[in-house]
């Protein structure tokens, strides 16, 4: 029993010695998660209270030899590497690759190279490699998780990734395509984002024809409570609580933000529908809730 029981201490006390660093016994820092993330806080304490890493990312095709289609930086970055992955890196990266490539011909990942790194010499980086877009973030997070004490020391932590794609023709891994079914996902996905440009690149057009170029805008009155900033987080208040959907909310979160750091108020969200919607899915927020975002306004209003 006794014997037992000291077991089970040894166990405890290892596992929780296992959050701290064993030099200094100081606490490592979080990684949020999409749940413990909000993205209306700067995290911008002094000594930082969570990690914070950046990403330098490339976007290479392979052609015989290695050609680079573009690079990015993301800075600052406090939620988790596969939660960032999901919400914008990915959508960004393939938004790239249809922008970036030929209409008449497809691509497909090859593979990603990852390397983890500190600006710190008694370190070494952690380099990966993965197939595809098959990316383990797990690994990725638990490196940053290691060397996070290390952030209230002055150092910096990043992730360098390489997506590497490669020229495919129509006929994939031995099977000629001829339903719509038998083209494999990522195909259609390139396929869609294409389209979806060329009709926007319509649409703008279009716009541009019409009064002069200048966007058409209602006029309406609207008697928006004072303060007019307050009633914007009340207004996304009011729209995250008829869904149950975590992104929708998140996105109603994102435009309400976006919205504030433009100065805009529900008026002119209002009666700038098109403008608005557009200017806020430029900036990441999904074009459908971007949408339901200028146009629900007076709905609120007459419940309030």
């Not at 990725?140 to 794609?165: M, P």
Request: with cysteine; aromatic share 8%; glycine share 4%.
């Amino acid at each position: 029993m006794k014997a037992s029981f000291g077991a089970m201490s040894v166990a405890l006390l290892s596992r929780a010695l296992s959050f701290w660093r064993p030099q200094r016994g100081r606490p490592r820092l979080p990684l949020l998660q999409r749940a413990d993330w909000n993205p209306n806080l700067p995290y911008n304490e002094s000594p930082p209270t969570c990690i914070h890493y950046s990403i330098e990312w490339k976007l290479l095709l392979k052609k015989g030899r290695l050609s680079k289609l573009t690079n990015d930086t993301e800075q600052n970055l406090v939620l988790a590497p596969g939660a960032f992955w999901d919400q914008t890196l990915e959508p960004k990266l393939q938004q790239l690759l249809a922008k970036k490539t030929p209409r008449n011909k497809c691509y497909e990942p090859d593979e990603t190279n990852v390397v983890v790194s500190v600006t710190d010499r008694s370190q070494r980086d952690l380099t990966k490699r993965f197939d595809e877009l098959d990316i383990d973030w797990g690994v990725v997070e638990n490196q940053l998780v290691a060397w996070s004490h290390l952030l209230r020391d002055g150092r910096q932590l990043r992730i360098d990734i390489s997506f590497i794609y490669k020229e495919t023709t129509q006929q994939v891994a031995g099977n000629i395509l001829r339903t719509h079914g038998d083209v494999p996902p990522w195909i259609r996905e390139l396929i869609y984002a294409k389209e979806q440009q060329d009709s926007e690149r319509r649409k703008k057009k279009r716009q541009a024809s019409l009064s002069d170029g200048l966007p058409l805008i209602r006029i309406t009155n609207l008697d928006i409570p004072a303060p007019i900033d307050k009633s914007l987080h009340r207004y996304c208040k009011w729209l995250c609580a008829r869904v149950t959907d975590p992104v929708r909310k998140n996105g109603y979160q994102d435009a309400c933000r976006i919205a504030l750091e433009e100065g805009l108020d529900l008026e002119r969200l209002y009666n700038a529908q098109d403008v608005e919607a557009r200017s806020l899915a430029e900036r990441g927020v999904k074009r459908g809730i971007a949408i339901q975002f200028v146009s629900k306004v007076k709905a609120w209003l007459d419940e309030v």
